[in-house]
């Protein structure tokens, strides 16, 4: 695996379908080398404000997720 440095610009969007959370962001993605003491795995970053936004977006999506299930199915998620 090649890993990346993901750096979030600007949130767009976000909708789920099936399943799927999905985001539209404007992104900086460069390739990162790997050095020994390190993990071959990707980093994301984002500026605090943008992460707020996110986690409230991810709320919002995940309770018009709860909505649309059964009483019965519902995970007792707040």
């Keep these: 695996m090649k890993p990346y440095e993901i750096e979030v610009q600007r949130l767009?969007?976000?909708?789920?379908?099936?399943?799927?959370?999905?985001?539209n962001i404007d992104a900086l993605v460069m390739s990162r080398a790997v050095r020994d003491d390190e993990s071959a795995s990707s980093c994301?970053?984002?500026?605090?404000?943008?992460?707020r936004t996110l986690l409230i977006l991810l709320k919002q999506q995940l309770a018009e997720l709860d909505k649309s299930q059964p009483r019965s199915r519902r995970s007792g998620r707040c």
Excluded at 44 to 51: N, S, Y
């Design 12 to 23: 767009k969007s976000m909708r789920h379908d099936k399943g799927l959370i999905e985001v």
């Design 44 to 51: 994301l970053r984002l500026p605090v404000e943008h992460a």
